[in-house]
């Protein structure tokens, strides 16, 4: 379904479809790899903070998409990453299943269940 609010079209399959990209997107900052070739690991406590900043940025993204589309859906979503910010370094396992739980639930509203 697509609306249209203020001349930004939200097309909900393609906005969904990117989080789920995005969310998937902060394993990789956590364990510290960067998308350099070669592969460049940095180190956890530096993993640590580009993941925090990513969280933060995602967040703020989150926030001003409900404001703009009203989309409640998007809430439980923020919920979760405000919740994945207090994971700290060394829970490497904590990240992951945090990481596809939310991707599985994002599905479900990609799916319409």
Do not use: W
Not at 21 to 44: A, H, M, S, T, V
Not at 90 to 113: A, P, W, Y
């Amino acid at each position: 379904m697509g609306i249209t609010m203020d001349n930004i079209e939200y097309n909900e399959k393609d906005y969904f479809g990117k989080l789920v990209d995005k969310i998937f997107k902060l394993l990789p900052i956590y364990e510290g790899k960067q998308r350099k070739k070669p592969l460049e690991i940095i180190n956890p406590s530096n993993a640590y903070l580009n993941y925090k900043k990513e969280i933060f940025l995602l967040t703020v993204q989150l926030n001003g998409d409900y404001q703009l589309y009203q989309d409640q859906r998007i809430l439980p979503i923020i919920g979760s990453l405000k919740g994945m910010e207090q994971i700290e370094v060394g829970h490497h396992n904590e990240v992951k299943i945090c990481v596809f739980n939310l991707i599985n639930s994002i599905k479900f509203i990609i799916d319409g269940k």
